[in-house]
Every structure is written in structure tokens, then in C-alpha cells.
């Protein structure tokens, strides 16, 4: 088990391109979460997945934004148009099923929209 | 989404104790506490989490008071690794409750060699 992954680490783009990002869980996790941090805050919750079903979406997550899991095991994150409000860390974790598992966070993704 | 008050940070010396309080006067019966960590550049890491009884684990120990309207996170012997901002969340436990983590400013430990 070598946790949860993310690629790229780090990613500057000019605003208005479309950018994706990877997260691949730990294997045995059917949960799959993103969330987005800006500096000097805590994490905000985006989006989670139950294997390929995305069960809950943030009002963050606006139609800019789009989450896929499409076999249950890796995730992809896309960003279409950026704007420089963009710029942020973007987190993934991974769990169990149930609210008393905890979640495993990957390193995060860097944005930094120019 | 229930909310947890902390100080907004706290200074400790290297293998002294530090106590980290949470308050979380409107948690709900069905609320589980849980304190996440997070160090420069890196995601979040899981600490702990208890209901009711207080929780010990090989990182920390969770002390919850009576009204569970409070925690506080004990680090027995501080290391120059804790120095973090900490994490005090509260998840909700029923059936069909998200399971997403509502994370607040947190707190910042300053662990001093």
C-alpha cells in the first residue's frame, strides 16, 4: 500500500485553459473525496464518490468543475476555463465506507492559474 | 454543518506535554470528534477520534468531557515532527449523513526545541 497518490504536484496555466488532475486512492477504499485549500485556510469539501457513483456535490464545485470516477478506482478532477480564483491546493483522500473511518490524504495538486 | 471552536494557535516546548482544547458546545449524540493534522506541504493526516470515551492511540490520547461539549487533544511528549496546524471536526454518525470532513481554520502548534 503506497496511499494515495496525486499527479501532477504541481500545475501553472494560463487563465482560461482547461486543466485536469489524477488522484489514485488506496486500493481497498471505495470512497473517494476532493477537497480545495487556499492559503491559510482549512480544507473545503468539493466532491466524494462511492466507487463510480458521485454521491455529494459542494456548491463550490460550480458547472466549471467536473469530477469522474468512471471505474471505481482512480479519480479525475477537470477545471474548465480557469480563472486565477482557481489557484488553490486541490486535495484528494480516500476510505472506507462509514463516517467513522478516517480519511487518507494524498500530497495535493498545486494550481496556479496566471 | 455542527461547528468546533479553537485557539487560533499554541506554543509548546519539545518533550513537554501540550494539550490542544476543541470546544463543540452544539454536537449533536450522533456526532464522532475527530482531530486531523496537517504539516507544511503535506495533505491532512488522521490523529484520532472518539464518541464518548476517551481514546488513546500510538499518537495522541482524546479526552472528551462528560457533555462531549468539549475535547481536548493530548500529545504526551511533544517532538519537533508535531508542529502542525491540528484539526478538531465533528462527523455526524447516521445513516445516510455525508461523510464528507467540514474542516475549520484550525489551530497552529509551534513546538519550541
Known amino acids: 500500500d503506497t496511499g494515495v497518490s496525486q499527479d501532477p504536484r504541481h500545475k501553472i496555466t494560463k487563465r482560461g485553459q482547461n486543466v485536469t488532475f489524477r488522484c489514485d486512492p488506496i486500493?481497498?477504499?471505495?470512497?473517494l473525496y476532493w477537497y480545495r485549500q487556499t492559503l491559510g485556510q482549512g480544507p473545503e469539501f468539493l466532491t466524494y464518490?462511492?466507487?463510480?457513483?458521485?454521491?455529494?456535490k459542494s456548491r463550490l464545485l460550480s458547472d466549471r468543475f467536473s469530477a469522474e470516477r468512471p471505474k471505481g478506482s482512480f479519480s479525475t478532477l477537470e477545471i474548465q476555463r480557469t480563472e486565477q480564483g482557481d489557484s488553490a491546493m486541490y486535495l484528494c483522500?480516500?476510505?472506507?465506507?462509514?463516517?467513522?473511518?478516517?480519511?487518507?490524504f494524498g500530497p495535493g495538486t498545486r494550481l496556479t492559474v496566471t | 454543518d455542527a461547528k468546533t471552536t479553537q485557539p487560533n494557535s499554541m506554543e509548546s516546548n519539545e518533550e513537554e506535554p501540550v494539550h490542544l482544547p476543541c470546544n463543540h458546545s452544539?454536537?449533536?449524540?450522533?456526532?464522532?470528534i475527530h482531530w486531523y493534522r496537517q504539516l507544511p506541504s503535506q495533505g491532512p493526516e488522521y490523529v484520532i477520534h472518539?464518541?464518548?470515551s476517551n481514546v488513546n492511540n500510538r499518537m495522541a490520547s482524546l479526552a472528551i468531557a462528560e457533555d462531549r461539549k468539549s475535547s481536548t487533544l493530548i500529545l504526551h511528549r511533544a517532538t519537533l515532527r508535531d508542529a502542525a496546524v491540528y484539526y478538531c471536526?465533528?462527523?455526524?454518525?447516521?445513516?445516510?449523513?455525508?461523510?464528507?470532513?467540514?474542516f475549520g481554520k484550525g489551530m497552529k502548534l509551534t513546538v519550541n526545541p
Open positions: 483522500a480516500s476510505s472506507l465506507q462509514g463516517q467513522a473511518y478516517e480519511q487518507y
Open positions: 486500493s481497498e477504499h471505495n470512497r
Open positions: 464518490f462511492q466507487n463510480e457513483a458521485q454521491l455529494e
Open positions: 452544539t454536537i449533536s449524540g450522533t456526532d464522532y
Open positions: 472518539g464518541l464518548t
Open positions: 471536526i465533528l462527523r455526524p454518525t447516521y445513516q445516510g449523513g455525508s461523510e464528507k470532513l467540514v
